[in-house]
């Protein structure tokens, strides 16, 4: 056959003959005769070692260099042999003006696979162009650093490499290679291991009609490695044909109703294309007929599918949401106060007003407008402050954060749309305004009451708000029960109908006690508790004990009203069993008050409470809100994306593992304690908020969460991106396609979905150019066609090095052959 590809290939392989065996005879007559007196000749080793470069040639230079990063890379694979992972080299030496980089790579051969047959190892997916092409797994790449290599010198360097490897005495024989040009077009090979192997590649950007099929390429690879009449050995073929579908409009509403995020309704497909193989592999030439008329090679039919997916590079809008609002850092340490930072202030000197009006015309542009902040200010008023009572997972606990669907995560979400923070303040502000209107017009709280829970430890009917919310969350929940409270307008002594349902006492001998009516508890924050403790540490046991007198004077006073002839045993032992609350009181300190005159007190006072909390409110330091906002829309975040997996079943354990990576990165970031895990009810309050920590962490494990939070976000909206195209045979895929990219295609009903998918693809496709004939898939041309074409060895052969790799695609064709020839 006399092509284009033959001619070339067949002068580069003669010349490559010549020149190697002239650049061998040369560099040994130099070693043997030309060398200075003071380079040394080990005859044992058979190698020499240069120390005077004053008279040597660029050959010789680039051969010993390149010899001593041979020795590093086979010291490097004796340490590294049990290594099942891809393992890379890279050295680089400076020679005249210019850098010279090495690259040595070795892939593992998997256990499944053998060498001597093709398999599904001759068509890697995502290994280097050098397998594909030629079948390698142990090569180096020589080339120089921001510069381009002609064939000429690419040949030389080639041979010097070839030379220097040979004698390095590797554990595995090691191909080289030189890039032409680039390498794109271009890649120039040798190997020295008992015989001479040649590879050699070229690129057209034509396709020759004689090439495009498994017949023509068969011939042109016999007349290549002249095995025509040679009958001894048998050439094994595989065969892959690769499909594209790259428009999917028709699945995109059905995606988004599967996985839509607010404010971001226009989110792009993270599928920006997807790659079927069909493969034949290992089959002897003459099984399958395919030349110019006709073709058995049917991809419907094809042994083995696969099905890759190619991402597109697409931002994470919900992991954005929480840079947005880490980007405010630094403005949020400037305002010490949220109330004062909005308040106007008068300059005092000229020069501070105009600089105040330059300033304010700047943060005019930046900031919402009036219309923009009414807007946002309805927008978290219709959130109640305590939209539901349900706890979030025991997981999530300890990152404190607001109610899913809340007011302040709604406030969080709105301020991670601001170009600045002051708009953020501004909101929050707003809202706080809207809040004490409410208050002060006592208008009706949410339908749902926060919830608030005893510590039967502490002794006390104190109740505390939920630990595992922030301390705004709590503030503006302890506003709501103010609320309530006030409008009750009961009596100190009547703030708890409820509790003279109790259980009545059995006592021995006295007979049965009535329960008393208690006044309501008092409701605490974290804060306040911390300054009860924190003051009770360099207190005596009955200082400590009288921190809660209030609480047992009120308590006794309405047991005795209740039951007038009991005793102090018959309170202890109500307390304690129908309370269920722990004796942790000194006895004698309990005897006084019992013998006191009873004193009844209001415990739990509205009106201090909701100023205590909307003071805290609107005076929070910028760092703290902007903190509390991050932790709370971080929180929500996971909880919308927990409830999404558990919405589809738990979907693949590889997203259930992304999931508790980032949820646990996220509880050690924001707690001392690391890991520790809040699932009980009766949580310890205090090692809690000292669990707690009061400002950003470290910039380190900031970015490890939100790192894990993005690939967490991209891999479920791939996963319902499949879902929605593929239907109910996405989940037999998803788990390889998430951790892998592609998956085989083992199931025949999968195989129909796909094809449809194509079909589809391919429909919509054509409509964009107005073609009136659309096609199948299948019925069409693929967007590639590649072929490996190898002769086995023959009886009494180790191996036989021929091999021939050809890529056919519409606009052009490549072909790549490997040859081994005798050494001389």
């Known amino acids: 056959m006399t092509t284009e590809f033959s001619d070339q290939l067949a002068f580069d392989n003669d010349l490559d003959v010549r020149r190697a065996a ?75 003006n210019f850098q010279y980089e090495l690259l040595f790579q070795l892939v593992p051969l998997a256990e499944t696979k053998k060498e001597d047959r093709l398999g599904l190892h001759a068509f890697p997916t995502r290994a280097h162009r050098l397998q594909r092409w030629f079948g390698v797994r142990h090569f180096v790449i020589i080339s120089i650093n921001k510069h381009n290599i002609d064939v000429d010198s690419a040949r030389t360097l080639l041979g ?17 290679f030189v890039p032409v040009e680039g390498g794109r077009k271009r890649v120039l090979g040798e190997a020295l291991q008992g015989n001479r192997t040649i590879y050699s590649t070229d690129l057209q950007n034509t396709v020759q009609p004689c090439l495009e099929h498994l017949a023509g390429l068969a011939d042109f690879f016999q007349k290549k490695v002249q095995a025509g009449a040679d009958k001894k050995h048998t050439m094994m073929v595989g065969a892959r044909f690769t499909y594209s579908a790259d428009h999917f409009e028709l699945w995109q509403q059905r995606f988004r109703e599967k996985f839509s995020v607010e404010a971001h309704e226009h989110m792009a497909d993270p ?54 609002l880490l980007s405010f850092r630094r403005e949020a340490c400037t305002i010490r106060s949220a109330e004062h930072s909005i308040q106007m202030h008068a300059p005092r000197t000229a020069m501070g007003s105009l600089t105040a009006a330059i300033q304010e015309s700047l943060e005019s ?61 501004m909101l929050w502000c707003n809202v706080l305004a809207r809040m004490r209107t409410q208050w002060d017009a006592l208008e009706a709280p949410g339908s749902v009451a926060p919830p608030t829970a005893r510590i039967s430890a502490r002794g006390t009917r104190t109740e505390f708000f939920d630990a595992s919310m922030c301390l705004a969350q709590q503030k503006m929940e302890l506003l709501q ?62 200082e400590v004990a009288e921190l809660d007198g209030r609480e047992m004077r009120s308590d006794m006073a309405a047991f005795r009203a209740a039951n007038p002839g009991a005793a102090l045993t018959d309170f202890l032992q109500w307390r304690q069993n129908v309370e269920g609350l722990s004796l942790k009181f000194p006895e004698d300190w309990l005897q006084s008050l019992w013998n006191e005159p009873p004193c009844w007190s209001k415990l739990f006072e509205p009106e201090r409470e909701a100023e205590m909390a909307l003071h805290y409110l609107e005076s929070i330091e910028g760092t703290q ?38 949820i646990s990165a996220a509880v050690c970031a924001f707690s001392w304690r690391g890991n520790q895990k809040m699932a009980s009810e009766e949580v310890d309050v ?39 195209k593929l239907g109910g045979q996405a989940e037999g895929l998803l788990e390889e396609l998430l951790t892998e990219g592609e998956a085989d295609v083992t199931a025949d009903d999968q195989r129909e979905v796909i094809e449809m998918l194509f079909d589809s693809s391919r429909h919509l496709a054509r409509d964009e150019i107005h073609s009136s004939v659309p096609l199948a898939i299948f019925d069409t041309l693929p967007l590639a066609k590649e072929f490996v074409l190898q002769l086995q060895p023959a009886a009494g052969e180790q191996k036989c090095m021929r091999r021939l790799y050809a890529e056919v695609r519409e606009d052009h064709t490549r072909l790549a052959v490997v040859r081994e020839l005798a050494f001389w």
């Open 160 to 176: 010097a490499a070839a030379i220097a490897v040979s004698g390095a005495k590797l554990p595995l024989p090691l191909s080289c």
């Open 481 to 542: 029960c103010s609320v309530a409270a006030c409008r009750t307008r009961a009596d100190p002594d009547a703030d708890a109908g409820a509790d003279a349902e109790k259980t009545e006492l059995e006592t021995e001998g006295r007979g049965s006690m009535r329960p008393p009516s208690l006044a309501a508890p008092p409701l605490l924050t974290e804060d306040v508790l911390l300054q009860r403790d924190t003051a009770a540490a360099s207190l005596t046991a009955a």
């Open 365 to 425: 542009i930046l900031l919402p407008t009036d219309g923009e902040m009414q807007m946002m200010v309805e927008a978290c008023m219709e959130s109640s402050v305590v939209p539901t009572a349900e706890s979030p997972p025991p997981a999530l606990r300890g990152l404190k954060g607001g109610r899913c669907g809340g007011r302040l995560v709604r406030i969080a979400e709105l301020s991670a749309t601001m170009r600045c923070f002051k708009g953020s303040v």
């Open 22 to 96: 002239k650049e061998l005879h040369v560099s040994k007559s130099c070693s043997e005769h030309e060398k200075p007196a003071s380079t040394p000749v080990t005859e044992d080793e058979g190698v020499f070692e240069i120390r005077d470069f004053s008279n040597v040639s660029d050959f010789e230079r680039w051969s010993h260099q390149i010899s001593l990063a041979a020795k590093r890379w086979g010291a490097a694979l004796q340490a590294a042999e049990s290594s099942d992972d891809v393992l890379q080299m890279r050295e680089c030496f400076e020679q005249g």
């Open 686 to 724: 205090e090692a809690t908020l000292m669990g707690e920590v009061a400002d950003f962490p470290e910039e380190e494990y900031l970015q490890g969460v939100l790192a894990a939070l993005e690939v967490l976000e991209s891999s479920m909206r791939l996963a319902a991106s499949l879902r929605a």
């Open 625 to 662: 809100l902007l903190l509390q906002l991050f932790r709370v829309l971080l929180r929500s975040t996971l909880e919308d994306l927990s409830a999404h997996i558990a919405a589809t079943g738990g979907g693949p354990a590889y997203i259930r593992m992304l999931r508790d990576r980032v």
């Open 271 to 324: 599928v920006e294309s997807l790659k079927l193989h069909c493969l034949w592999p290992a089959f002897p030439f003459g099984a399958f007929v395919d030349d110019a008329h006709y073709s058995e090679l049917d991809p419907r039919t094809a042994p083995y599918w696969k099905l890759r997916v190619l991402r597109r590079d697409s931002s994470a809008p919900l992991t954005q949401r929480l840079r947005a």
